[in-house]
T-cell receptor, first 118, second 112 residues
Framework: AQSVTQLDSQVPVFEEAPVELRCNYSSSVSVYLFWYVQYPNQGLQLLLKYLSGSTLVKGINGFEAEFNKSQTSFHLRKPSVHISDTAEYFC????????????????FGQGTILTVHP | KAGVTQTPRYLIKTRGQQVTLSCSPISGHRSVSWYQQTPGQGLQFLFE???????NKGNFPGRFSGRQFSNSRSEMNVSTLELGDSALYLCASIGTNRDGYTFGSGTRLTVV
């Protein structure tokens, strides 16, 4: 089984400041890693994903994340945030090889609410 | 291309009633999953369907059921609704593992 821990439930930051949202995971098998963003009253939007290869992954809206296998972490970063980045962010894992034609399930962290202040 | 479409967006039901939620995946996607999102429990996996077969099921009571049709559209049903079933129900579809899941906007169910 997999588990995900998002280390901060809320992160306040000022506009144009850098931000890091922390995510640790636990799994006995290889995993795929994802970050999703959720704006109020909306579904989840995929920000970026790590499947294999380069440990630095770039996503949409200027976000990037670094996969660290030894520390089992997948922290999300943005060098300069905007007011529009205010949202809830979810880290998720999925088994790297679900086998057959099953794509497996996502296991989510509890979410981090990012609030960007002017 | 069109995204994942969930209907209805909002529902209010009374305890004891049943409800059916609908999900149309992205065209060509054969796998559909359902998640329940609540403030207390966060995002929890309900079930996954692929080619009309349930592949995975989360830890929910038998009151929660689902199905998938030959056109990949999926429905989930909750019978004998309880107040605790109030939640945002999210549907997601996927083409390949490498794509990641695409989520719909959800159905907000309120049980009164």
């Amino acid at each position: 089984a997999q588990s995900v821990t998002q280390l901060d439930s809320q992160v306040p930051v000022f506009e144009e400041a850098p931000v890091e949202l922390r995510c640790n995971y636990s799994s006995s098998v290889s995993v795929y890693l994802f970050w999703y963003v959720q704006y109020p009253n909306q579904g989840l939007q995929l920000l970026l994903k790590y499947l294999s290869g380069s440990t630095l992954v770039k996503g949409i809206n200027g976000f990037e994340a670094e996969f660290n296998k030894s520390q089992t972490s997948f922290h999300l970063r943005k060098p300069s945030v905007h007011i529009s980045d205010t949202a809830e962010y979810f880290c998720a894992v999925m088994r790297g090889n679900a086998g057959g034609t099953s794509y497996g399930k996502l296991t989510f962290g509890q979410g981090t609410i990012l609030t960007v202040h002017p | 291309k069109a995204g994942v479409t969930q209907t209805p967006r909002y529902l209010i039901k009374t305890r004891g009633q049943q409800v059916t939620l609908s999900c149309s995946p992205i065209s060509g996607h054969r796998s559909v999953s359902w998640y329940q999102q609540t403030p207390g429990q966060g995002l929890q996996f309900l079930f996954e369907y692929f080619s009309e077969t349930q592949r995975n099921k989360g830890n929910f009571p038998g009151r929660f059921s689902g199905r998938q049709f030959s056109n990949s559209r999926s429905e989930m049903n909750v019978s004998t609704l309880e107040l605790g079933d109030s939640a945002l129900y999210l549907c997601a579809s996927i083409g390949t593992n490498r794509d990641g899941y695409t989520f719909g906007s959800g159905t907000r169910l309120t049980v009164v």
